[in-house]
């Protein structure tokens, strides 16, 4: 595997801090893999290895660890005889009962440092936020990105980083995604057969396991329908009426539930539209993008028949993995794809896959032109020449990807 820097410089200014790390992200994007470059970091700062102490409440070994007791019971044992500062991480911990209160208890009794991991956006709740003040922190772990697997492929394939590579890659991106567990296998088929596996154990274990859902087929139905609408304007009234013709009732509170359940699971991300003159943000018509578009292909369809859409998606994670805050723009009846903020930074971006005409150019960049502040205007696209023009900047998306100038 590579060393996954994004997330370890986040990390390491927190290592041997009173901070309890807080790393979320959807199943099999990576957070075990992570904990272990961790471990061996700590090990490579000279920490003794018996006083680093990994549970993975998915291993055998662990796997009747249900409750607060019996996960004191076996913190105890484990550091009975120990000296010195404890390494307690802990992974996909959500499965313990109450493991908030053992967290926070550890983090008073013990000379500690926590690391915790798990795929609920709410795994920090609001008890835990309470017991623990302001003590943690929180780190966002996604799929691989463009750049990580370039790396991978660079490091483990011997692959050379020429234009040619970067394109057969990048294809191979935008259809199969980043799963770390992926990029190791070589037949398309088993690629859309683990992909499969990932979303069915994400369903099975933080959706269907948490909430009582009767109607299991209607939930995957509404699950297909908000996948290939990935990037369209999302309204509750035209999924009712695709499962009518699909002879699945349903109403609005229980979509409201459905989305509420994906977008808990990381499944997926709600992305709401903000009026730019009126500087407000709206409350109908938001849009979903999937955390890896490669489900997309796996369980919708060939996403060679949906670029567009397929690279919106994948430049709207980079966007939350570069920590930007990210809203669709309305201005007057024009649409901006996204408007990014961070700390003091703001950044316009219209997303296009071949600016092959004058209309197409003009849709892409006349909307830019309306925006009455300041800040930098983007147009990516797949483009080789430079389109830049009256103040916006056109970049090719790979290079996009690649580089961190946005």
Known sequence: MIKRELYLKQIRHFIDTDFIKVIIGMRRCGKTVFLKTIIEELIEKGIKPENIIYISFESVKYKNIFTEKELDELIMKLTKNLNGKIYLLFDEIQQVNNWEKCINGYHVDFNSDIYITGSNSKLLSNELATLLSGRYVKINLYPFSFKEVMEYKIKNEKIELNNENKK?????????GGMPGLLSIKEADYKTNALQDIYDSIIIHDILSRYNIKDIDLFKRFSHYLMNSTGQTFSKTSISNYLKNENKKTNRNTIANYTYYLTEALFCKQVRREDIIGKKILKTEEKYYLTDQGFHHALVDNNNNWIPRILENIVFNELIRRNYSVNIGKIKKKEIDFVCKKADKKVYIQVSYLLTTPETVNREF????????????????????NFSQNGIKHKNIIDFLLDDEI
């Open 366 to 385: 006349s909307p830019l032109l309306e925006i009455p502040d300041k800040y930098d205007t983007y147009v990516l696209s797949m483009d080789e020449i």
């Open 168 to 176: 057969k890659i990048f294809k191979e991106y935008m259809l199969y």
